[in-house]
């Protein structure tokens, strides 16, 4: 019986376990021009035991910032730093994807520079607020994309994955979930065009594609990832019926290939079983639990064949060495959400691991 704690063969990447650090938003990107720090390299080789770390979200051009503090992978200098992550992952035996991520609407002007705005699928506002450094501010309508400005986001991110792998990094994830830019187009109330990016499931799915594919064509397929969110109402986000447009993304992805699928599971473990029988690649589940962060309970997961790798978030936060921890039955530490987003190293990198 296979389990978590056995090898995988990521598109020809030897993992040692499949169990995840999930990519989580910490917004201390405290260096100049939003570069991580030598906190940041610490956070994540303190984590390298993972069979692979999904970093947080990193916005792929200046316009993609959605949060106070989050590090970009655009200039020289976010290259420069985060090889000095890379580095100290390598260093301990670890393997890291960059997790490229636009947030679109989900934003503020106040978080961009110049005369930036946010952008979407559609000029249609989410409902709700974002934390800026002046306090919490509504989301505003964005800049309905146009044909160039997709073909510019599309760009932009074939340039952070090239980037990626000049930082040192053993792929990227593109984020297609969580309400953020992808699942804009793929959900049909942020997404209410009629031309070729909008409409029916296929042309909803159209930006994933072609941007999965952009970056794959660039970087390989084997160090090329997605993640996707069915039915997440994250970001004010509605998928009434996800089914469809989620296969209709499927077929799409099938000439690329991308060495990974990461699923944040919704409502529906049948639609999770059903990307999973039709995704060619190595499969990663965020599973959906109620009440509680993911734990060993979703170990059987792997060994029942649900998925292929298992990702965890608060816990792997709170806990560097979790597969260890995950083997032994634990104890875990308890994640402290009052320090999750910003702040000083408490509750980013003191977090004991066991005792040898």
């Known amino acids: 019986m296979t389990t978590a704690?056995?090898?995988?063969?990521?598109?020809?990447?030897?993992?040692?376990?499949?169990?995840?650090?999930?990519?989580?938003?910490?917004?201390?990107a405290y260096g100049p021009g939003l570069t991580p720090t030598a906190s940041t390299a610490t956070y994540y080789a303190q984590?390298?035991?993972?069979?692979?770390?999904?970093?947080?979200?990193?916005?792929?051009?200046?316009?993609?910032?959605?949060?106070?503090?989050?590090?970009?992978?655009?200039?020289?200098?976010?290259v420069a730093a985060w090889r000095t992550v890379t580095d100290a992952v390598h260093a301990?035996?670890?393997?890291?994807?960059?997790?490229l991520m636009h947030t679109g609407r989900i934003g503020h002007p106040s978080l961009l520079p110049?005369?930036?705005?946010?952008?979407?699928?559609?000029?249609?506002?989410?409902?709700?607020?974002?934390?800026?450094?002046?306090?919490?501010?509504?989301?505003v309508v964005p800049r309905e994309l146009d044909e160039d400005g997709i073909r510019q986001i599309v760009d932009e991110h074939v340039a952070a994955a090239r980037n990626a792998l000049a930082a040192g990094f053993d792929g990227v994830e593109v984020h297609g979930a969580n309400g953020y830019?992808?699942?804009?187009?793929?959900?049909?109330?942020?997404?209410?065009?009629?031309?070729?990016?909008?409409?029916?499931?296929?042309?909803?799915?159209?930006?994933?594609v072609e941007l999965v594919a952009a970056v794959a064509a660039e970087i390989g397929p084997e160090r090329t990832g997605l993640r996707i969110s069915p039915g997440n109402p994250l970001g004010d986000i509605e998928e009434p019926e996800p089914d469809a447009t989620y296969l209709a993304l499927l077929r799409g992805l099938e000439p690329v290939g991308p060495a990974y699928l990461h699923v944040v599971e919704?409502?529906?473990?049948?639609?999770?079983?059903?990307?999973?029988k039709r995704f060619g690649g190595v499969f990663l589940l965020n599973a959906r639990t109620q009440g509680r962060p993911s734990g060993p309970e979703e170990l059987a997961l792997v060994e029942d064949g649900t998925a292929d790798m298992i990702s965890?978030?608060?816990?792997?936060?709170?806990?560097?060495?979790?597969?260890?921890?995950?083997?032994?039955g634990g104890p875990f530490n308890t994640p402290d959400r009052a320090t999750y987003y910003g702040g000083t190293d408490r509750g980013y990198t003191d977090y004991p691991?066991?005792?040898a």
């Open 312 to 328: 965890y978030g608060a816990l792997f936060l709170a806990n560097p060495d979790l597969p260890r921890r995950l083997r032994a």
């Open 47 to 78: 984590r390298a035991s993972a069979g692979l770390i999904v970093t947080e979200g990193i916005q792929p051009s200046p316009g993609g910032q959605g949060y106070p503090d989050t590090p970009g992978l655009h200039s020289p200098e976010q």
């Open 181 to 208: 830019l992808v699942h804009q187009f793929l959900a049909p109330n942020s997404n209410v065009r009629t031309d070729a990016w909008g409409g029916d499931a296929e042309r909803r799915a159209r930006l994933a």
């Open 5 to 28: 704690f056995d090898p995988i063969d990521l598109a020809g990447t030897l993992l040692p376990n499949r169990i995840v650090m999930a990519p989580m938003t910490r917004s201390r």
């Open 353 to 355: 691991e066991l005792d």
């Open 114 to 139: 110049g005369d930036l705005v946010p952008v979407g699928a559609s000029p249609v506002a989410a409902k709700g607020s974002v934390y800026t450094a002046e306090g919490p501010k509504e989301f």
């Open 266 to 276: 919704g409502p529906d473990r049948a639609l999770t079983l059903e990307l999973r």
């Open 92 to 99: 301990r035996d670890g393997r890291i994807f960059a997790q």
